[in-house]
């Protein structure tokens, strides 16, 4: 499988629930980058975690890093109806000693009022 | 704050028609890298610049080139468009200097090949 793989990859559940959303890499990584994408809309830009960080947390937002099992998780909590979008992980790349954020496939989430 | 810039936000072009997509980052950024997202799918990586060069190439057909203006902006053409080329284009920005850097996406250009 590619770099950066989420699962699940459709996740349906009620207002005021808790998502969470995983992520798994094969390579080293310098970072790990989480989004959000509204149906055929833009990439928004949700948060960075470092390597050497285990946790990060904006608003509703939860990210954890284990580089030990190169995976990553992203939780929202007390979730929304706007929620509902697909989530993608990017990792960097490294290739030719410049970094590129690398996708995986996105997990599909629904947020029932 | 300013956000990286595409356009347009639409295109419907003809088969074997040729295609321009244009990126405008946000200021004093000095990568831009181009993906290109088909329906239900992933952002698969195209093609970056640093500093006006080509950095590192993905998996841009032979028919697609790009290229990074003076004024860092940077344009996608595409030549001889194929059904299959329908698919949301994306242009992200960074300041690759430092490793830990967000990209930033534009809206994206939406092609419709018919």
């Known amino acids: 499988s590619q770099q950066g793989e989420e699962d699940p990859q459709a996740l349906s559940i009620q207002e005021g629930e808790n998502a969470t959303m995983n992520c798994s890499y094969k390579?080293?990584?310098?970072?790990l980058q989480w989004y959000r994408q509204n149906s055929g809309r833009g990439l928004v830009h949700l948060i960075l975690i470092r390597s050497n960080e285990r946790e990060k947390h904006s608003g509703r937002l939860r990210v954890t890093l284990d580089t030990s099992k190169k995976s990553s998780s992203l939780l929202i909590t007390a979730s929304r109806a706007a929620d509902t979008a697909s989530y993608f992980c990017a990792t960097d790349s490294t290739s030719g000693g410049s970094y590129i954020p690398t996708f995986g496939r996105g997990t599909s989430l629904i947020v029932h009022p | 704050a300013a956000g990286v810039i595409q356009s347009p936000r639409h295109l419907i072009k003809e088969k074997r028609e040729t295609a321009t997509l244009k990126c405008y980052p946000i200021?004093?950024?000095?990568?831009v890298y181009w993906y290109q997202q088909g329906p239900g799918q992933d952002p698969q990586f195209l093609i970056s610049?640093?500093?006006?060069?080509?950095?590192d190439k993905g998996s841009i057909p032979d028919r697609f080139s790009a290229q990074q203006f003076s004024d860092y902006h940077s344009e996608l053409n595409m030549s001889s468009l194929e059904l299959g080329d329908s698919a949301l284009y994306f242009c992200a920005s960074s300041t690759n200097r430092a490793r830990n850097t967000e990209a930033f996406f534009g809206q994206g250009t939406r092609l419709t090949v018919v």
């Open positions: 610049f640093y500093e006006k060069m080509q950095s």
């Open positions: 200021p004093r950024h000095d990568t």
């Open positions: 390579t080293s990584i310098n970072n």
